[in-house]
DNA sequence: CAGTGGTCTAGACCACACT
DNA sequence: GTGTGGTCTAGACCACTGA
């Protein structure tokens, strides 16, 4: 069959097209490729694919989906330029996985000042139940008063705190989150979340400033009272942009810096 | 002409093709598109097409470098991607310029606690001719000893004042700077390097790190001495990778903060 | 309207990984 | 060898822009 309007008409899922032309201000026209990463970054959220596992070949995909290979080949491009998906030639299309050591501190941008790889450790603190405040809430996107979960953690590099961290998770997830199930583990937290709670954090967005250290930092980082520190807050999102965690830094950047690549 | 073995070897370019295997540790293969691509960034480093100006259309340059115009296509993905080249649907692909007001401060990441928008103004304070240290030789990839120009400026978001930066330019590009050239500019630096100095930043690294206010970044800034400030090194670079700009800046981050997404 | 980029398809062949 | 993703082509049609 040469390409003709036809095999438009004839896709198993008639996706919708803008043939109902200037339906709104923002018709929100979607091509075929995108609503296919729609329906496979939905089945990423429904579990359909676990973290670490291939996906169906591309063809599978073009035969479940009805459309051509090179359609799904685009949908997985974004996807894996989003870091949803990482192709390996030869093998497959696998689903991003925390677990994965080349994507244990994916999200740390901290960096030595002379370049020397480091070995880092999570150290955690403490562990308590809490509730929501105002603040927490907005972020959380969850109701002022709900239980949380606030973890506290130093991180090493090789034996010297550099950082510390607070961090704030929604209990209706993270609620059975115990010290013991982070003590004795060499992984990073979100492998630990990912294993543990089936949560995949997807993206982040940091808010950076310099402020003072208070006494807690100060004696943790072991630095005097009112050092700058580098104050580093995150929220993390996980599928369908849903926020599941607040994480508060403190950064100590006497050795080391915060590295940030502009394109 | 159906696709065949021959169409290969009716390239005008006839592309270098790992046909020749196993040639070393490090073949390098490099596709085709990948290889057109080289070709357009030597271009537009070589100033064949100008900032802003369109480049010719995707099947025009497939008839100039004998390949399809999909091979085309990919190749101007990528530009399109690392913001060399800008898409514009019916009119055709232009080349990125930072004489677009919206690309005025592109690489600038500070932005307000509050979300508001604001004016940003740039107040140059001083510029100099100056040697190049060690440090900034390495960085600039210069000789220690070097002429530099030594711009000095301050920002300021509705009239507060929030960044103050100490930029330092290699004078083989930019010895003829003069603070006459920056004072009556209500455009970017970048955008005043481009359209004088014909110097078109493509990317940066950034490092950051928390430190604390010196007299000079007090009285400024309007901080008391001692206020943590976020230290901003950036290193902008131009077409080929080459370094072209060493920026520190110190941001007042009482109401602004750092922005920056991971992905 | 013509010209541009944007999408979609179908098919061929290449590079890589496993068995 | 078989199956995977990666590249390249050719051609059709859609969407947007501006004359």
Redo the contacts with the bound molecule.
């Keep these: ?5 036809m ?1 438009r008409s004839t ?1 198993k899922k008639t996706p919708l ?2 043939s109902s032309r200037q339906a709104l201000v923002a018709p929100a ?1 979607s ?4 609503q296919i990463k729609e329906l496979m970054v939905r089945a990423l959220g429904a579990g359909e694919w676990a973290p670490g596992a291939a996906i169906p ?4 995909l073009a035969v479940r989906f009805g ?5 799904v ?2 949908a997985i491009d974004e996807m894996a330029a989003e870091n949803l998906l990482v ?7 696998f689903v991003a996985s925390h677990n994965d050591p080349r994507s244990f501190y994916r999200f740390l941008r901290l960096t030595p000042d002379d370049g020397k790889v480091r070995q880092a450790r999570s150290e955690p603190l403490g562990c308590r139940a809490d509730e929501a405040d105002e603040a927490v809430a907005r972020v959380l996107q969850i109701q002022a008063g709900d239980a949380v979960v606030v973890l506290e953690r130093l991180l090493r590099f090789s034996g010297d705190p550099v950082v510390l961290d607070e961090i704030i998770l929604p209990a209706d997830i993270f609620g059975t989150l115990t010290l013991d199930m982070l003590k004795h583990s060499d992984r990073s937290l979100y492998s630990v979340f990912e294993s543990q709670f089936g949560v995949r954090m997807i993206r982040a967005e940091e808010r950076l400033r310099a402020v003072a250290a208070d006494a807690r930092a100060s004696s943790l980082l072991e630095v005097p009272e009112g050092t700058p520190l580098l104050l580093v807050e995150r929220v993390t999102y996980t599928y369908g942009d849903r926020p599941v965690e607040w994480r508060r830094g403190r950064y100590a950047t006497a050795q080391y810096h915060y590295f940030n690549e502009l394109g």
């Design positions: 069959m040469k390409s003709s309007p095999s896709l097209r803008p026209f091509p075929l490729y995108r070949s591309e063809s599978e459309v051509s290979q090179g359609t080949r685009k192709r390996r030639q030869g093998k497959g299309t």
